[in-house]
Each structure stands twice: as C-alpha cells, then as structure tokens.
C-alpha cells in the first residue's frame, strides 16, 4: 500500500471550520489521508462545531485548536487554507507540493438559524469533490505543454483569472465563471475553449453542465506556478471569489445557472453547461 499523503487544514482560530474539515476527510477518506488542522491564532475548539459533527454521525476524538508550529515537524503534500485571511497569512508552508485556497464563511458569525451545520455541509461537498478529483488516474506526467504554450496562455487578464479561480475552486462551470470574472458567457466559453486545447483544463458533463477542472497530466512545474501565484496574491482575485461565493454552495449556483436561448457555433459545445 502507498503512503498517505498528508493533508492540512488551515484557519484563523482552529476552533470551528479547519477542525469540521479534519474530521470530515478523515471520516470520508482516513484510509488514504492523514489529516490535519491548524490556526495561526489558535483558541479552543467551539462546541457548536462539535455537536454539528456528532449530530452528523462524525468522530470528533482527538479534535482540538492547534497552532501551525504544533503540526509542522514533518512536510505535507497538500496545503488548503479555509479563508481569505489563513491565505493571506500563510502564503507558503516549507515542503508542501500542492497549495490550495478556499473561503468558507465563518460560523461563528454567520446568519441563519443553523451556520455550524450549513458550513458542515458546505465543506462537505467540497471535499467531496476535492476527493473524487485526486482519486482520478494521473496517466501522463510529463505532459507536452511547452512553458511558452503555457505562458502564453496565462498572459491575458480573463484566463488568468479564470485557471486561478478553477485551480483554487477546484471545478467550476462557465455560469459560475462568467458571475465570478463579470464577463459575457462567450467570452468566458472562448477562454475556456483555449485553455482546454492548451492541456491546462479538462472538462467533464454532468447532465446539462459542464464542469472544468486542472487537467491532472500537467507538469508538476506548472502547479507549482500556479500554486504560488494564489499563494502571493490571494488579494487579486479576492472580489472575484466574493462575486463566486455569493452565489450560494454548489446546489444553489446551479439552481440560478441558466443555459443561453441560443449559442453560436464556436461557443456551442462550450456554453451548454
């Protein structure tokens, strides 16, 4: 059996969303992860995310707030920071090969009659497509994409931004793209449509949608690009996430993503999402 890979959750206090993270991948994948979370002001761990745990038929032995420098005596494979704030104080930790920044809002001050449940089930599905994105078979790693088809491709504003938003979201679908970046969905489809030729996206169907993600054969170099460039300026997208988030989880985007009356023929394929 291969090692595991090791994983760490990052926040602000370690007391509610890093730790629901934790115990939910360990819940969904232990067998294949170890997991861990951190803050870099770490406080205590809050009740109310522990009874949303258990409620939810969740482990919660062994949870509790840690510091980074609690959980750094060995490197980790994947990095993924929880919000603006962690991604902006923890731009890189030494060792890791992949870092992913997410935004979830905090609980802790968050509307809504249930926020510790509603932020539960938000990591939730999006760690589940987290998993089933790295259980996909990574064939060709040493995939044909030059650095200059790769430079190339991200030296323009939208698909710039676009392949950020992706690498940080994970998937996403053109609606989504076209709330997040403010731009018109064909101009949002052609960017996409390139980035796909390229090798730096794939896309998968799902009934009337579809979703893009970083394609899993390219070069580990250029992760790490991209990696870094999120890394140094989580700031320069900041709005963009904000316009994406506001769209509500993943069940309520889809429920406003609508597809267009009519597509032309270039943007056809790409806008039947």
């Known amino acids: ?41 770490p406080s205590q761990a809050d009740l109310r995310a522990l009874r949303a745990l258990k409620g939810a038929g969740i482990s919660t032995e062994g949870l ?6 609690d959980v750094l005596d060995k490197p980790f494979d994947i990095v993924i920071t929880l919000c603006n704030k962690a991604t902006l104080e923890c731009q890189s930790v030494q060792g890791t090969r992949q870092t992913l920044a997410w935004d979830f809002e905090d609980p ?15 990591l939730s599905e999006r760690l589940k497509m987290f998993l089933w994105i ?12 030059t650095p200059l088809a790769f430079y190339k491709n991200l030296a323009e504003d939208t698909r710039l931004r676009a392949l950020l938003l992706i690498h940080s979201q994970q998937e996403l679908c053109v609606c989504e793209l076209t709330e997040a ?11 996409l ?16 949608w579809v979703f893009y993600s970083i394609n899993p054969n390219v070069p580990d170099w250029c992760l790490t690009v991209l990696d870094e460039t999120l890394a140094a300026n989580a700031g320069w997208i900041e709005e963009d996430t904000q316009r994406l988030n506001s769209m509500g989880d993943r069940p309520e985007r889809t429920a406003k ?15 039947k999402h």
């Open 257 to 271: 993503c609508c597809a267009p009356a009519s597509a032309t023929p270039i943007d056809a394929k790409e806008t």
């Open 64 to 69: 509790r707030s840690k510091s980074l420098g």
């Open 108 to 122: 802790v001050t968050r509307a809504g009659l249930r926020p510790f449940e509603t932020t539960l089930n938000e």
């Open 1 to 41: 059996m291969s090692q595991k890979q090791r994983v760490l959750f990052i926040c602000t206090a370690n007391s509610a969303r890093s730790l629901m993270a934790e115990a939910l991948m360990r819940d969904m994948a232990g067998d294949r992860y170890q997991v861990f979370s951190a803050g870099f002001e």
């Open 181 to 191: 970046l403010q731009e018109s969905q064909p101009k949002i489809s052609r960017h």
């Open 134 to 145: 790295q259980g996909k078979p990574f064939r060709n790693r040493h995939h044909s994409l």
């Open 193 to 208: 449509a390139q980035l796909r030729k390229s090798g730096l996206l794939q896309d998968r169907r799902d009934s009337q």
